[in-house]
């Protein structure tokens, strides 16, 4: 592995909300605290995490590229100055803040599949489900073009191959994520989300030896409900040198919850799971405690993942979920909070035993 050898113990941390990364075409955004990224990595490394994921945007970098590689190059500096691993993920949340209040996909796709205006920037609405099963509806089949005709799915190898580019040689690059939580309405469309992941991996291979993660798939209609041996289906066929992980996202992580992806990755014979994303839930109102956070890290390492990152650190609170939250700003600068020092001792029990 080309990073540091901190990283060899277990694969334990956050995900990491940047800001140029991070910032949506179609809303407004406060700005980070000061020296938020370098207090963060500190923190990070002070407190025994090894790993941090790091969501990233491609409607980000369509809205500012050189904010978008210039904060990404300071991300990785960072982790490398930190002795921490990295894994780049990909990420799309409700599609694109085009259509609602998600964060992904570019203006570049969705005018020209929607052919519409985009929303004012003050607009919070959620997408229209109608809307959303368009959309991967034609992804999955391959129909979304830009405006000068290209494919979405050659467009979107690119972008992500620009990323690999810009940090594949730190040391503290470990991984790249395809892409996150896919959706799916057709029971059809797991096996085309298959052919995806073997067209995105046979691009990023030519310029990276790291591994690669893809994302189980979320299925949004009764049709298409993930049933093991359907989820199954995802997994990319082709066999490149690199390290092919399947990342999976435990809300909560719960021994049964861990019982279905052990069931998926029987099905795909795929002995690598990283849990990318986890936490106390998705309901709103949720809350995590210490008991919680070392009950989670417990299962998680004894269900035998190669890491997982909790969510989330981010300098913006969520305030419906209270269990995301890790972070105080205080006189503008970015502090834990006692939800990240419960998370930062339950991984320190969790390794110590």
């Known amino acids: 592995m080309n990073f540091s050898t901190k990283s060899q113990s277990p694969l334990l941390g956050v995900n990491f909300d940047g800001y140029k990364i991070s910032d949506r075409q179609h809303r407004y955004r406060s700005n980070p605290p000061d020296s938020y990224i370098r207090d ?3 923190f990070f490394s002070e407190n025994g995490l090894t790993c941090i994921r790091v969501p990233f945007y491609w409607e980000s970098y ?3 590229p050189e904010g978008f590689l210039t904060e990404l190059e300071m991300i990785s500096d960072e982790a490398d100055r930190n002795g921490l691993a990295i894994i780049y993920d990909n990420h799309q949340w409700e599609c694109s803040s085009f259509l609602g209040h998600g964060i992904g996909f570019p ?13 004012s920037k003050e607009s919070w609405n959620c997408p229209l489900k109608k809307d959303l099963e368009f959309f991967w509806n034609t992804w999955w089949d391959r129909k979304i073009l830009n405006e000068n005709g290209d494919d979405g799915w050659k467009l979107q190898r690119e972008f992500v191959e620009r990323v690999i580019d810009k940090v594949k040689n730190k040391q503290s690059t470990h991984g790249f994520e395809i892409l996150n939580e896919p959706q799916v309405y057709r029971s059809a469309d797991f096996k085309k989300a298959s052919s995806y992941h073997n067209f995105m991996i046979e691009g990023i291979t030519k310029h990276t030896e790291k591994s690669i993660y893809f994302s189980y798939v979320y299925s949004n209609s009764l049709g298409s409900l993930g049933f093991p041996w359907r989820q199954a289906r995802i997994k990319p066929t082709v066999t490149p040198i690199n390290q092919i992980v399947f990342d999976i996202h435990p809300y909560p992580p719960y021994q049964v919850v861990l019982v279905y992806y052990k069931l998926v990755s029987y099905f795909m014979n795929n002995k690598t799971i990283f849990a990318g994303e986890y936490n106390a839930g998705i309901k709103k109102t949720i809350t995590i405690n210490q008991i919680q956070h070392s009950q989670y890290v417990k299962n998680l390492l004894a269900f035998g993942v190669q890491g997982a990152t909790f969510w989330w650190w ?12 890790m972070t105080k700003v205080v006189e503008n600068k970015i502090l834990p909070n006692e939800n990240f020092e419960y998370f930062g001792e339950s991984l320190k029990s969790a390794i110590q035993q």
């Open 40 to 42: 963060s990595f500190k």
């Open 62 to 64: 369509e809205k500012d």
């Open 107 to 119: 203006d570049s796709l969705l005018s020209c599949l929607f052919n519409r205006a985009p929303p």
């Open 314 to 325: 981010s300098f913006e609170p969520d305030n419906d979920h209270p269990a995301f939250n």
